[in-house]
């Protein structure tokens, strides 16, 4: 019985794909197959997936014209005939132990998995994903919202999980063609309504490769209605399942982080104030924050600037978080190579400090006598 379909959509990746394949069949832990879905590709990466699917009998190839990643992915699941699907983008690639994760996942049996990643910026190695769940299974639909929220794991899309094809199937779960962006984020949204149970891998098996001069902001102004859908989606499942309020504000704090964001993005593409002002500040979504209640000082400051609709500001307040974080990355860095040097220091003091007592109470006793 065949129990993976890993769907890679594939388009003008010709310069990474290979490394994507090869990464996948070199390894034999389950019965799978590879669907690589060419989305009218005018590079090599077509000739490439043909090539493939003629010397290993577990790949098999499409061709369809241009429509998009929502497109080819929902083209791969009509051809899926796994129990359960993964989704791998073209220029990524997953680490030795990948099918060997996801067959302990699919012993398990759970509706529905994540994985963690590791962030591979500029072809060079970065730093793991943000997940920071245990490895087990979690029973509560509320749980597996607020760990979504809080970790941001729709935002990762759907590359770092595990689908239970059945589940897609009854209830027809899939992409939305006409979105541009956060389409992973709808898909995992609409899936999540169906499942009563999640398991959470913390081992990093994905590489994600993220290349810092991409056109994302660019793209993401045009497609600022796709921020709208989105945050109506979410709202209206958070109030059709009664969340208990910690889980509601988890949500307004990242959705407010998003918006900062996003606006920080469009300055870094120096975009003029009447298009943010088109993009964001016009848009419904905007006008939801107004209502969200502070939680901490961080998120008072941010709502602040929202308000204000200071851009310029919020550009700074980003560049700022962003030089902190990456300082205290190292801060933290810098601990862990000196923290077997610290325990010594701090056994060397203790010597010192026990050895300073003794000669004060000698001296205290010598004056006494």
């Known amino acids: 019985m065949l129990l ?18 090869e990464s996948i069949l070199c390894q034999n832990d389950i019965l799978f197959e ?35 990643v929502s497109k080819a992915r929902n083209y791969g699941l009509s051809k899926a005939k796994g129990q359960y699907v993964s989704f791998i983008d ?7 132990n990948y099918l060997k994760i996801i067959k302990d996942i699919i012993d398990s049996h759970p509706d529905f998995a994540i994985y963690n990643y590791i962030r591979w910026i500029n072809n060079a190695k ?9 490895n087990r299974m979690y029973h509560s639909i509320h749980s597996l919202y607020q760990e979504a929220v809080n970790l941001e794991i729709v935002s ?36 999540y309504q169906y499942i009563h149970n999640f398991m959470a891998i913390n ?79 016009s848009q419904p979504y905007y006008t939801a924050m107004m209502h969200f209640i502070p939680q901490g000082i ?3 400051i941010e709502l602040w600037l929202l308000k204000k ?21 190292r801060y933290t860095n810098l601990l862990l190579v000196l923290q077997h040097r610290r325990v010594h220091q701090l056994f060397v003091r203790s010597r010192v400090f026990l050895f300073r007592t003794f000669q004060v109470t000698l001296l205290r006793f010598r004056n006494k006598l």
């Open 156 to 191: 990762l899309s759907v590359c770092c999980a595990v689908f239970n094809r059945n589940i897609i199937e009854t209830h027809h779960i899939r992409f939305n063609e006409s979105m541009k962006t956060c389409e992973d984020f709808m898909f995992s949204l609409a899936y």
């Open 126 to 134: 970065q730093e793991k994903g943000r997940f920071r769940l245990s």
């Open 298 to 300: 961080l998120h008072r």
């Open 203 to 281: 081992t990093p098996v994905y590489y994600y490769r993220q290349n810092l001069n991409s056109a994302t902001g660019k793209r993401a102004l045009q497609h600022g209605l796709d921020y709208q859908i989105v945050f109506t989606n979410i709202s209206n499942v958070f109030n059709l399942q009664n969340f208990p309020k910690e889980t509601t504000n988890i949500f307004q704090r990242r959705w407010t982080r998003w918006i900062i964001d996003l606006i920080s993005n469009y300055k870094s593409q120096n975009l003029k104030s009447k298009d943010i002002e088109a993009a964001v500040y």
């Open 34 to 68: 590879l669907l690589l879905i060419d989305d009218g590709s005018t590079d090599d990466s077509g000739k490439i997936c043909n090539e493939y699917s003629q010397k290993d009998t577990r790949v098999k190839c499409f061709h369809i014209l241009n429509g998009g």
């Open 309 to 329: 609709k200071y851009s310029r500001g919020i550009a700074l307040y980003c560049n700022i978080m962003m030089h902190f974080k990456h300082l205290l990355k």
């Open 4 to 21: 993976h379909s890993i769907i890679i959509p594939v388009y003008n990746t010709s310069q990474y794909l290979k490394e994507c394949i």
């Open 90 to 96: 073209s220029d990524d690639f997953v680490a030795s």
